[in-house]
């Protein structure tokens, strides 16, 4: 078997991606340069102008770090939306920079926890409950409200996510279902490591903790001992 299958955004280019994603974070990575340029302006050179040299060294010193910066974001947001499976390995990112071969697997539990308190409790807003109907009013108001419920719900669905326990102690926590194509990726995940996969699994405290600590798609490193 050689069958590969890719989950991906639909009809969006990843150097778009890139490009659009480091264009908009950039800006974010400026504001603590012009801040340092607005702080020697007013309280060194006060009403004189500054000297170009340095206009020119504090205009590097904030587009450099935001440039970087917004590399940095586009590649750890990005990567974490395409995904290859083939019989061999798992890889991560439109380029295929991060491989994990299905070897190195320990163990796939099926189901991960609520992501985070807010999550938790959109999955227990239940029709006809009182938190339920609170939501299902403020969702008319606020309609994101209810795509966010929506993925909330579908996110609790045992099978929409996987937490993979690598033989070194890391773990890649999945959560697919959203992206074209991700549902049958982790279900053929699932079958080509069918001798490996735990149906039922209670997570410890610790290991809840160790979960908080990464975003989902984002690989845990094995604990430090």
């Given at each position: 078997?050689?069958?590969?299958?890719?989950?991906?955004?639909?009809?969006?280019?990843?150097?778009?991606s890139y490009?659009?994603?480091?264009?908009l974070v950039t800006p974010i990575g400026i504001v603590p340069g012009m801040l340092?340029?607005?702080?020697?302006?007013?309280?060194?050179?006060?009403?004189?102008?500054?000297?170009?040299?340095l206009t020119i060294l504090l205009l590097l010193a904030a587009l450099v770090p935001g440039f970087l910066f917004g590399l940095w974001f586009a590649r750890k947001s990005i990567d974490k939306l395409y995904w290859q499976l083939t019989d061999t390995e798992l890889s991560r990112g439109p380029?295929?920079?991060?491989k994990f071969p299905l070897a190195s697997i320990d163990k796939i539990i099926v189901g991960l926890p609520p992501a985070n308190a807010v999550v938790k409790m959109l999955?227990?807003?239940?029709?006809?409950?009182?938190?339920?109907?609170?939501?299902?009013v403020l969702s008319t108001v606020q309609p994101g409200l209810n795509m966010v419920k929506n993925l909330s719900?579908?996110?609790?669905?045992?099978?929409?996510?996987?937490?993979?326990?690598?033989?070194?102690?890391?773990?890649?926590?999945?959560?697919?279902?959203?992206?074209p194509n991700?549902?049958?990726?982790?279900?053929?995940?699932?079958?080509?490591?069918?001798?490996?996969?735990?149906?039922?699994?209670?997570?410890?405290?610790?290991?809840?903790?160790?979960?908080?600590?990464r975003d989902t798609n984002e690989l845990i490193p094995p604990p430090k001992k």
């Open positions: 078997m050689n069958d590969e299958i890719i989950a991906k955004p639909a009809n969006i280019k990843p150097v778009f490009a659009l994603t480091v264009a340092l340029m607005l702080f020697i302006k007013f309280n060194i050179y006060h009403d004189q102008p500054l000297p170009l040299f380029y295929r920079r991060q999955q227990q807003a239940k029709p006809g409950t009182a938190l339920g109907t609170s939501v299902d719900l579908a996110s609790a669905m045992k099978g929409n996510s996987l937490l993979i326990c690598f033989k070194d102690g890391s773990w890649l926590p999945l959560r697919l279902f959203a992206l991700g549902r049958a990726l982790m279900d053929e995940l699932r079958e080509r490591c069918k001798d490996r996969v735990v149906e039922s699994y209670t997570f410890s405290r610790e290991e809840l903790r160790r979960l908080r600590r």
